[in-house]
């Protein structure tokens, strides 16, 4: 594919950010950003990313839009696939008709690779004014990675935007954001944001989905979550109406939660566990222009240890470890231009290192 075919373009990062921090007298890992380059661009609005790993193969997936940023019938979702996580290519694209697809999140569960997105209705056209109480998720499913099904509609999933998922005693959990007793509100922002829910939902099979708790009760929206061994829930999500992002925790069977807020907001957040810490990623807006920033998480402080080369339309981050002390984490931005001296929005990859000081 030509669009793979980019110079590989090496940032080396300086050493600010990457210096170590002090949280309750632990010393935080310091990590470097070996390198970072583009790995797709095809001249449309390429955004929302996730990475993940499968049957000893990366994926890497994403959506595309030549329409841009906006809800759009004509947008996409490609997943990319690598045995080595530098050379990429396209296993699968699918849309779904008369829908905005966006948001695509990996899972692998029961032996299966899935592929969710949420989609907005939009009919033949770009629409002007879009409902949340007509979202609907959609999913693609492969048993190998190569052979594919798409799109299949996520039962109970109507009125919801699904996001991230994760899974936990052989249930799958997904992030599906609603307004709350779907209710009929105006498009403002001011007036649907505070009924906004962030809801946890769970499933037997990856397909059929049912409400088990909310993340976020009031200004709802992206959530990153993970389930520790003994099955509490750590969460990280954004919030609406521009408030601060939130610390989510909550234990079985998920109807008891407990929030507090964070010192900024997140855009697209991410959260992994990594080497033992807890990563978080995702668009800053605070002290400049917007910025992909990667944290650790700390005594529920973030704690900044890089900036990706990003700006503009820019954020939603995946993680995947490549081994013991190097990860890889993909990304969007419009930091770039093209020959021509337009701003592209392209998908990047920084891979990251553990510094032991050597």
């Known amino acids: 594919m030509q669009s793979l075919k980019q110079v590989t373009q090496l940032l080396l990062l300086g050493t600010a950010l990457a210096a170590s921090h002090v949280a309750a007298g632990v010393e935080l890992p310091k990590v470097r950003v070996v390198s970072v380059r583009r790995v797709f661009d095809n001249g449309e609005h390429n955004a929302f990313t996730d990475l993940c790993r499968f049957r000893d193969r990366y994926y890497l997936t994403f959506r595309s839009c030549p329409d841009g940023h906006r809800v759009?019938?004509?947008?996409?979702i490609i997943v990319l696939s690598s045995s080595d996580a530098r050379q990429w290519h396209e296993v699968h694209r699918f849309h779904v008709p008369q829908r905005d697809t966006r948001d695509p999140h990996f899972l692998?569960?029961?032996?299966?690779l899935f592929v969710y997105t949420g989609t907005w209705y939009c009919g033949d056209t770009v629409p002007r004014q879009y409902d949340m109480n007509e979202l609907l998720g959609?999913?693609?499913v492969s048993d190998d990675g190569k052979t594919w099904q798409s799109p299949i509609m996520l039962e109970g999933t109507y009125g919801h935007y699904t996001w991230r998922a994760a899974t936990h005693g052989g249930k799958a959990y997904l992030c599906g954001r609603r307004k709350h007793e779907f209710a009929k509100?105006?498009?403002?922002?001011?007036e649907r944001d505070r009924l906004v829910e962030s809801?946890?939902?769970?499933?037997?099979?990856g397909l059929i989905w049912r409400k088990v708790g909310l993340f976020q009760e009031r200004y709802g929206d992206e959530t990153a979550f993970l389930f520790e061994d003994d099955g509490s829930v750590l969460?990280?999500?954004?919030?609406?109406?521009?408030?601060?992002?939130?610390?989510?925790?909550?234990r079985p069977p998920y109807h008891q939660w407990e929030r507090k807020n964070l010192d900024r907001y997140i855009g697209g957040p991410l959260l992994k566990k990594w080497n033992g810490g807890y990563l978080v990623g995702g668009r800053k807006t605070t002290g400049g222009p917007a910025v992909t920033s990667l944290y650790w998480l700390s005594d529920d402080r973030l704690h900044e240890f890089a900036q990706l080369p990003s700006g503009g339309d820019n954020s939603y981050p995946g993680f995947v470890e490549l081994g013991p002390r190097r990860a890889l984490v993909s990304y969007y931005s419009s930091h770039e231009r093209d020959a021509d001296g337009k701003t592209i929005t392209a998908i990047y990859l920084a891979e990251l290192a553990l510094d032991d000081g050597s």
Do not use: K
């Open 235 to 250: 969460a990280v999500a954004r919030s609406g109406g521009g408030h601060n992002a939130q610390i989510c925790r909550s």
């Open 138 to 140: 959609y999913a693609a």
């Open 108 to 112: 692998v569960f029961h032996n299966r």
């Open 199 to 205: 809801a946890m939902l769970e499933s037997d099979d």
């Open 72 to 76: 759009s019938p004509r947008a996409s």
């Open 185 to 190: 509100v105006g498009t403002r922002h001011e």
